[in-house]
Structure formats: structure tokens, C-alpha cells
């Protein structure tokens, strides 16, 4: 994609929409009579509690290791007779083998579910009114931040759940592989008196990183911990017991935290390579784990440097060339001047 097409496009997604396919991301089934209170002990955030809300709550929740550190971030979708989990689908192995390890005498069953789900992003102020045009349905659905419900649009059933990758509002859709053109070719009709235009891999990764959304496999992993990656509202203070959460727990009652997810503004020609050190006065203080040139901001990355350097504004080094320290998501006043 050209800088003009990546910088046209990401406008008209800021503005109108966009339509981003999914083809990394994917769901595991969890079924059995056992499912929710046996979830609620797995992950971070109170699964319990959607119980109460009923079919269609959902949350953001986090899978850690007993040391509290992040396998993966996932979205948690309850309906009546199964919980969805949405996530990286290259995590999904190593998932549903850890997960199986706490089944003991459980009636739980884990399954991996992408197969028989196709995944489509639809982000940006008008993607409800796309959704609406393309439903037929006089007026736009609400959805609260990850509930859901399903809907009809023609002959496609698909399941919509409210959240966003990139700064906002979006929808998430889940439909039956088979009907995806149908999908997509309604979604286009419905969608271009709203401006909606496609996206792809670079472009959502673009406007990711001008949200601060950390990734899998670049600002997540088992090295990282929720409070160093600003993951507080994947993670219930007041549920019973989970994997990870003495550590979590002590972390938060101490204030601890060592680095945190920053925002960097770059100065240099190149864009640095992830894991280029940051530092301050000659001494490495962090590591960049994204980078991107953005029409709006010019270069700017995501990186982790430790806490009493992570105010906006602080100056630091990034791979030999001068950055700034920006709040995430990265602020209008910070735009180049077009």
C-alpha cells in the first residue's frame, strides 16, 4: 500500500469506516454444564459475573502463567449453551493445552472453533450505521463495550460483539466461512454511502499502534506483566482466585511496577527494528516492540521502558536517533502538520 492510499484510507476509516478481515483471529468453544464457574478460576476478569447479565455480556480477560505473566489476551463471549473465546489463532494450541491441564473431574470440553467462524472487523463512527443499512433496521444497534447479539443480514447469520482494535467505536463479526462473500458484498452495499473502504493487514496494524492496542507476539508475551502493559480493565479486582493472581495482586498492593507501555514519537530517518533499545544519557532503559510511519503523527512506536522514564514528554534514544515519550492513544497535538 502507498503512503497517499495508506493515509487515504486510514482517514476514511477515522471518519466513516472500515472493513478489516481477520484471518489470524480465532475462537475457542468451551461447553459443558461447568463452563463458567470452571472459566471464572482460568482467566483474569469475573466471568461469573456475565453469568448474571445473561446471554450477550461479554469482557476482555487475560490467560496468565502462575508467575502472573500474559500467554494471551482474549474476549470473552457468553451465550446460553457455550462461552466464546475470541484470540490470536496461533495461540490456540498452546491455549487449549494449558487450559486442559486444570480439567479434572470438570464438565468442561475445549474446541477449537475457527474453522467453522469467519472473523471481520468493522471499526470506525459510522460502523454501527453500516451494520443498521445493512440488518435493514431503522435504527443502529447499541452494543456495550464486548456484549453481543446476533443478527440477520440477508441470508448470513452472524454474531456481532462490540469492541474495537483500533481507537474506535468498532464492531467484531463472526460468520459461517461459506457465507463470507455474501457478507462481505452486503456489507460494501450497505456501506458506501457511509465511506466505508477495505482495510488490511498494514492498515489495521497502523491504526493499532496510533490506539496503543498492545498485540500478541509483539508488545504481549510471557515476559510481560497486566500492569506493565495498561491492561488494568482486563482484570477484576474483586473475583475469587485465578492463575496468576497472587501476583497480581501483590503487584498492584505494592505499586510495583518496574516498565510500562509507552508511546514514542521518532526522530530519526528509519524506522527502528522491534527490540531496538531505548535509552536515556547512554543507559538502555526499554525495548521498541512496534514501529509505523502514520500519515497523522509521522514516526512513532510502541516500547516498554522502565517507570520513572515513562512520563510524555521525557526524551530518550531510540536505536541512535532522538524520541519523545507519548501518552497512548497518541494525542491530536502531537499530529505533523499536514
Known amino acids: ?98 487450559l486442559e491441564r486444570f480439567l479434572i473431574a470438570d464438565d468442561v470440553s475445549l474446541r477449537d472453533g475457527t474453522d467453522t467462524t469467519v472473523r471481520l472487523a468493522l471499526e470506525g463512527p459510522r460502523a454501527a450505521e453500516v451494520l443498521a443499512a445493512c440488518a435493514g433496521r431503522e435504527r443502529e444497534p447499541g452494543f456495550g463495550e464486548h456484549a453481543w447479539q446476533d ?13 474495537a482494535f483500533t481507537s474506535g467505536p468498532g464492531l467484531q463479526l463472526f460468520a459461517p466461512p461459506d457465507r463470507r462473500e455474501s457478507l462481505v458484498a452486503a456489507l460494501h452495499r450497505a456501506g458506501k454511502p457511509c465511506g466505508l473502504v477495505d482495510g488490511d493487514a498494514a492498515l489495521l496494524e497502523l491504526l ?13 508475551d510471557e515476559s510481560v506483566l497486566p500492569a506493565e502493559v495498561r491492561l488494568d480493565r482486563a482484570v477484576s479486582d474483586t473475583k475469587g482466585c485465578y492463575t496468576g493472581q497472587e501476583v497480581v495482586a501483590r503487584m498492584r498492593s505494592r505499586d510495583r511496577v518496574r516498565s510500562l507501555l509507552v508511546g514514542l514519537c521518532l526522530e530519526g530517518g528509519d524506522l527502528p527494528e522491534p527490540g531496538a533499545k531505548i535509552e536515556v544519557d547512554g543507559r538502555p532503559v526499554g525495548e521498541l516492540t512496534s514501529a509505523v510511519r502514520s500519515p497523522r503523527f509521522g514516526a512513532i512506536a510502541l516500547g516498554f521502558v522502565r517507570r520513572e522514564h515513562a512520563e510524555p514528554g521525557t526524551r530518550v534514544r531510540v536505536a541512535g536517533a532522538d524520541a519523545q515519550v507519548s501518552s497512548l492513544p497518541f494525542d491530536e497535538r502531537e499530529a505533523v502538520p499536514s
Open 151 to 163: 443478527v440477520q443480514i440477508g441470508d448470513v447469520p452472524v454474531r456481532v460483539a462490540g469492541w
Open 1 to 98: 500500500m502507498s503512503a497517499d492510499s495508506l493515509a487515504a484510507r486510514s482517514d476514511a476509516v477515522r471518519r466513516g469506516a472500515g472493513l478489516f478481515p481477520l484471518p489470524k483471529r480465532g475462537v475457542i468453544q468451551v461447553t459443558g454444564s461447568e463452563r463458567i464457574r470452571w472459566l471464572d478460576g482460568m482467566l483474569t476478569n469475573d466471568v461469573l459475573a456475565l453469568e448474571a447479565r445473561g446471554p450477550g455480556a461479554g469482557c476482555h480477560a487475560l490467560l496468565l502463567t502462575p508467575q502472573g505473566r500474559i500467554v494471551v489476551d482474549l474476549h470473552v463471549l457468553l451465550a446460553a449453551d457455550s462461552v466464546w473465546l475470541e484470540l490470536e489463532r496461533d495461540a490456540i494450541p498452546t491455549v487449549i493445552e494449558r
Open 208 to 220: 493499532r499502534i496510533e490506539a496503543g492496542t498492545p498485540w500478541l507476539g509483539s508488545e504481549l
